[in-house]
């Protein structure tokens, strides 16, 4: 088939049809970040005020479901985004914002949190740009985090790094996964 001979409106539809599964292809994460994984504090920024975390990460469908749960003491709280990974974005509640570092900052109420995805490194690689507002004595400020997860080679660590505008030092959390 020569291209050169196609009408200019089928042209530019197998245009659009090579474009969205170049799009769709590179938007699924990799299977080995699904599963269960357990905080490394040795290896981690410090989780204060909390002293264990777990991630627990499933793909159904266009769906990945990422949900956390921290621990200290008899205190317990689980937290979960849910990102559909076939839009450009998701909007998630924001009811408890967990990752103060004792700024003084905290989500206002009925708070939520734009989710957009991006998957690199033959999906080993998923980068969440995450944007919410916080209250503060000051008032309401909009907040961005760079969130990326990324597996190590053999598929048995997973680093999560957050890089925010509130704070200029990523933090780095590192998870072992779970033989559960």
């Given amino acids: 088939m020569n291209l050169l001979r196609l009408p200019a409106r089928p042209l530019a539809l197998l245009a659009l049809l090579a474009l969205t599964s170049t799009l769709f292809a590179a938007t699924a994460p990799s299977p080995a970040l699904t599963g269960t994984w357990t905080f490394d ?5 410090d989780l204060s005020p909390w002293r264990t975390a777990t991630l627990e990460i ?6 990945l479901v990422i949900a956390r749960t921290l621990k ?5 709280f689980t ?10 974005s998701t909007t998630n509640p924001l009811e408890w914002w967990v990752d103060n570092r004792h700024l003084g900052a905290y989500a206002p109420h009925e708070g939520t949190q734009v989710v957009s995805p991006s998957v690199y490194d ?3 690689v998923l980068r ?6 916080l209250e503060t004595q000051q008032g309401s400020r909009p907040v961005n985090t760079l969130r990326q997860f990324q597996i190590s080679p053999d598929g048995q660590v997973l680093t999560v790094t957050d890089l925010r505008t509130t704070r200029p030092r990523p933090v780095v959390h590192v998870f072992q996964r779970s033989s559960e």
């Fill in 41 to 45: 504090a040795d290896r981690s920024t």
């Fill in 58 to 63: 499933t793909l159904d469908g266009s769906d």
């Fill in 72 to 76: 200290s003491g008899r205190r317990t």
């Fill in 79 to 88: 937290d979960s985004l849910t990102i559909d990974l076939s839009a450009p």
């Fill in 122 to 124: 033959d999906g080993r």
């Fill in 128 to 133: 969440l740009n995450i944007d919410y507002n």
